[in-house]
Structures are given as structure tokens and as C-alpha cells.
């Protein structure tokens, strides 16, 4: 019983030094992690990668249960989708080309319906997490804190096409923290 109460307090300690960014940026790399399933389905289905219509029916229903469920605005909410479906058909692209450059065909159907369910539960993730880290870029060092949070994960992966496609992803925050500089020097 003591092991567990001391397990419990180890944890609970990790999670109060997790910072609602380096959650953010894990989500964001989970999500990623499901570009190639998508790739596998669009190669399967000859589905193209770029598909403006649903990326557009999608980012009004995110903004809009961002709103509705958790009080966020589409300023930030929208840029942040664009900037994760981006760095989605990134990955796609670049997992086509390397299965296309090898004369590989994917095996087994995909079911995208399956993967959509993961790919909107983690959107909800997402997005109830947004909220804590709108006030952790308000209270301090904005870039420094996504670039600390970024460079952890960053680190747990060799695979280039992956970090570069997890930067894409968080773009949109340093765009954010650039916005809040300006506005603080006097420059918007």
C-alpha cells in the first residue's frame, strides 16, 4: 500500500511539472502519428492527399465545438487546426513518396472511419488543453516556452520528416507569441 501512495505522489509531482505546452505538443505528435494510417487509405483508395472541401468542413466543426464546448476563439483555434492538418499532409506526402520510391502498396484496407474517431478525440484533447495554454504563453516568455516545449519532444525522435512535420504543427503558437511581442513593444 506504501508503494502505491509513493507511486501516486511520484506522479502527481511528473504531472505539476508537465506544462499545459509540452501536453499540447505531445497531442500534437500523437495526432501525427496518425498521418500514415490516412496515407496508407488515400494510396489504397487513389484518394489525393489535399482535400480543400473536407479540410474546410472540418475546421468549422473544430472552431465551432471550440467555441461552444470550451470558450475559445477562432483566432486562435483555426490557425492552430490549419497549421496541424499542414503538418498532417506533410507526413502524408513524404510517407507516399518513400512507399513509392520502394514500389510499395499498402496491405490491408485502412478503415479511415476508425482513424477519424481517434483523429477527433484527440482534436477534443486538443482543444480542452488550449485553454491552460492560452494563460501559460500570457504569463511569461511566450517563444521560449513553445520552443522548451517543442525541443522535448523533438528530441525522442531521429526521424526528420517528423520533427520538421511537428514543427509545422506548432507554427501557429509562435506566430501567436510573435502577435503578443509586437503588441507589447507598441509595434501592432
Same mark, same amino acid.
Given at each position: 500500500?506504501q &508503494?502505491?501512495?509513493?507511486?501516486?505522489a511520484?506522479?502527481c509531482q511528473?504531472? $505539476?511539472s508537465i506544462?499545459?505546452?509540452?501536453?499540447?505538443v505531445?497531442?500534437?505528435?500523437?495526432?501525427?502519428?496518425l *498521418?500514415?494510417?490516412?496515407?496508407? &487509405?488515400k @494510396?489504397? !483508395?487513389?484518394?489525393a492527399?489535399?482535400?480543400?472541401?473536407? #479540410?474546410?468542413e472540418?475546421?468549422?466543426?473544430?472552431? +465551432?465545438?471550440? +467555441?461552444d464546448?470550451?470558450g475559445?476563439?477562432?483566432?486562435?483555434?483555426e /490557425? =492552430? =487546426?490549419?497549421?496541424q !492538418?499542414? *503538418?498532417?499532409?506533410?507526413?502524408?506526402?513524404g510517407?507516399?513518396?518513400e512507399? &513509392?520510391?520502394?514500389?510499395?502498396? /499498402?496491405? /490491408?484496407?485502412?478503415?479511415?472511419?476508425?482513424?477519424r474517431?481517434?483523429?477527433?478525440?484527440?482534436?477534443?484533447?486538443?482543444l480542452?488543453?488550449?485553454?491552460?495554454?492560452? +494563460?501559460?504563453?500570457? #504569463? %511569461?516568455?511566450?517563444?521560449?516556452?513553445?520552443?522548451?516545449?517543442?525541443e522535448?519532444?523533438?528530441?525522442?525522435?531521429q526521424? =526528420?520528416?517528423y +520533427? @520538421?512535420?511537428?514543427?509545422? *504543427?506548432?507554427?501557429?503558437l509562435v506566430?501567436?507569441?510573435?502577435e503578443?511581442?509586437?503588441? $507589447?513593444? %507598441?509595434?501592432?
Open positions: 500500500m &508503494n502505491l501512495i509513493v507511486i501516486t511520484v506522479i511528473l504531472m $505539476a506544462s499545459a505546452l509540452q501536453v499540447l505531445a497531442l500534437s505528435k500523437e495526432r501525427l502519428k *498521418a500514415s494510417l490516412v496515407a496508407e &487509405n @494510396a489504397q !483508395m487513389c484518394k492527399v489535399e482535400d480543400p472541401d473536407r #479540410e474546410k472540418i475546421l468549422q466543426v473544430i472552431v +465551432k465545438t471550440a +467555441k464546448q470550451y475559445l476563439d477562432a483566432h486562435s483555434v /490557425p =492552430f =487546426f490549419k497549421a !492538418m499542414e *503538418a498532417n499532409k506533410l507526413l502524408q506526402y510517407i507516399l513518396m512507399a &513509392n520510391k520502394k514500389n510499395k502498396r /499498402p496491405d /490491408p484496407i485502412i478503415n479511415l472511419n476508425q482513424v474517431v481517434k483523429v477527433d478525440e484527440l482534436n477534443h484533447e486538443i480542452k488543453n488550449l485553454k491552460d495554454v492560452q +494563460k501559460e504563453m500570457a #504569463e %511569461g516568455k511566450c517563444i521560449e516556452a513553445v520552443n522548451t516545449a517543442l522535448k519532444e523533438l528530441t525522442q525522435t526521424d =526528420f520528416l +520533427k @520538421a512535420a511537428l514543427i509545422r *504543427a506548432m507554427s501557429s506566430d501567436i507569441c510573435q503578443k511581442q509586437k503588441v $507589447a513593444q %507598441g509595434k501592432a
